[in-house]
């Protein structure tokens, strides 16, 4: 169906490109529309994953990000099959953007992890990134946020990237006797490596509707413990209910409720 349509839009003379198709309902949808719409679908209400730089588009004002260490790429120090290729094939560096912006005036740290590059895989690159972006938030008494998006710890760098669980860690211990706020904020997916540390450790942590949030799958929980797991386990609503989640935001309102926190923390502009 969707592709009968845009063969037809481009024998009409349509610009190409102009429909996109809802990868849950399958229902055609108007780009453009679409995009305004944070790409949630008015259909079925389905959260469409974000790339780094859509997710920043979204949340800073406008020609305020500065972007950091935006050259720096992943190395394949393991010689692990495969991974020096992956790297050469990728259009992007690694799995997280770093910098500075403003969010409706506020000055912050932020750092958006890209599930589009190795399923958002925290590696040493990722790791490093993010120690960085939050040593600038210290030494220019910035908030930090961090948008989080990730399968987990990334194999083919080995014990190297469960380190970064502790490096990254320990950089926003710092950020706290600093008495600096980090704001954490879950994206589905957010599990692995990465929900076992810094996007579990906000001051607060907000997440999208339906983000599927914990450290492993629900099958393979069911399958240890042999017990069949709540409906919505593991889900952000769920973990609201449960205490480990501050706030469910729909994309659409994360920037408004970004910005009271930073108020909270930070004081009126």
């Not at 050259?71 to 500075?100: E, H, R, W």
């Not at 740290?109 to 190795?118: K, N, S």
């Not at 320990?170 to 929900?195: F, M, Q």
Request: proline letters at 4%; a positive charge; one cysteine or more.
């Amino acid at each position: 169906m969707a592709k009968s349509v845009a063969e037809s839009s481009s024998k009409k003379g349509l610009p190409a490109g102009i429909w996109t198709t809802c990868k849950k309902c399958e229902q055609i949808l108007l780009r453009k529309d679409y995009e305004e719409n944070f790409m949630v679908c008015p259909k079925c209400g389905y959260y469409a994953r974000l790339n780094a730089r859509k997710r920043i588009a979204y949340l800073v004002d406008e020609n305020s990000f500065c972007e950091f260490d935006k050259d720096m790429k992943p190395v394949d120090f393991l010689n692990f099959p495969g991974y020096s290729d992956k790297i050469k094939k990728s259009q992007i560096n690694d799995a997280v953007v770093t910098g500075s912006a403003q969010i409706n005036g506020y000055k912050a740290a932020l750092a958006v992890m890209d599930f589009e590059f190795m399923g958002g895989s925290m590696g040493s690159v990722v790791g490093e990134k993010i120690v960085r972006a939050v040593e600038f938030a210290i030494e220019n008494k910035y908030p930090v946020i961090i948008v989080s998006a990730s399968g987990g710890a990334r194999m083919q760098e080995g014990i190297v990237s469960l380190m970064q669980m502790g490096k990254t860690s320990a950089a926003l211990a710092r950020l706290a006797e600093n008495n600096l706020p980090y704001i954490s904020v879950l994206t589905d997916p957010t599990t692995g490596g990465v929900a076992a540390s810094f996007a579990m450790l906000g001051d607060i942590n907000i997440a999208e509707p339906k983000a599927l949030i914990g450290f492993a799958g629900p099958r393979v929980i069911e399958q240890t413990i042999r017990q069949q797991l709540p409906e919505g386990f593991q889900l952000s609503e769920f973990l609201e209910k449960h205490g480990m989640v501050d706030i469910v935001a729909e994309r659409k309102d994360l920037k408004d409720v970004i910005t009271k926190a930073l108020n909270f923390f930070c004081g009126k502009k």
